[in-house]
């Protein structure tokens, strides 16, 4: 079965600092990892995601992750963080549904970043 | 652009008392899903329907039903609400274009219930 893993339940960062939000998963076959935000009070946004091809992915707000195949990783990075950054992020991986369509999503259980003056 | 929305946003129920989380998108997507959200556990989806007129259980279904009305709606039903059934519940829809294991999920705002 496939799954992902937070690490971390919460990170805290200075603004302007570098920020990585960690992620590692397991999964049989390639991967479809993805990245989303959760604000206070507000429904998941997408940030952005793995297919194939280049493994940083850049994304929304400024955001990125790295995909590391060796280490079964996806973390998540911005160089320089912002308040305003200071959300819930969840990491998952696709399960696509071979009838009919679909795509099963299985998230980790998030990491709340907080970014401070 | 509406996306995905949920009614209600919030709802109290007494133990055993019923009641149906209604969504709709407007995205024409093909596929809907029901996830709900606790603390330290993340995402656990409930139920979807990759397709309208399908629908299958998710990692969680006890204690639900669900309905896809038309393309547009997919209600989510408590029959006999438990406390344990508290939490924040998301609707979400994506579209099934190419290789849907990379399609992007849209959520709604949430609902959040509480039973006591």
């Known amino acids: 079965a496939q799954s992902v893993a937070q690490p971390e339940d919460q990170v805290n960062v200075a603004e302007g600092n570098p920020l990585t939000v960690k992620c590692t998963y397991s999964v049989s076959g390639n991967p479809y990892l993805f990245w989303y935000v959760q604000y206070p009070n507000r429904g998941l946004q997408f940030l952005l995601k793995y297919i194939t091809g280049d493994n940083l992915v850049k994304g929304s707000y400024g955001f990125e992750a790295e995909f590391n195949k060796s280490q079964t990783s996806f973390h998540l990075k911005k160089p320089s963080a912002l308040v305003s950054d200071s959300a819930l992020y969840f990491c998952?991986?696709?399960?696509?549904?071979?009838?009919?369509?679909?795509?099963?999503?299985?998230f980790g259980t998030g990491t709340q970043l907080k970014v401070e003056l | 652009n509406a996306g995905v929305t949920q009614t209600p946003k919030f709802q109290v129920l007494k133990t055993g008392q019923s009641m149906t989380l209604q969504c709709a998108q407007d995205m024409n997507h093909n596929s809907m899903y029901w996830y709900r959200q606790d603390p330290g556990m993340g995402l656990r989806l409930i139920y979807y329907?990759?397709?309208?007129?399908?629908?299958d259980k998710g990692e969680v279904p006890n204690g639900y039903n669900v309905s896809r009305l038309n393309k547009r709606e997919f209600s989510l039903r408590l029959e006999s609400a438990a406390p344990s059934q508290t939490s924040v519940y998301f609707c979400a829809s994506s579209d099934q274009a190419g290789n849907s294991g990379a399609n992007v999920l849209t959520f709604g705002a949430g609902s959040r219930l509480t039973v006591l």
């Open positions: 329907s990759a397709s309208e007129g399908t629908t």
């Open positions: 998952a991986v696709s399960h696509y549904i071979l009838t009919g369509g679909g795509n099963k999503l299985t």
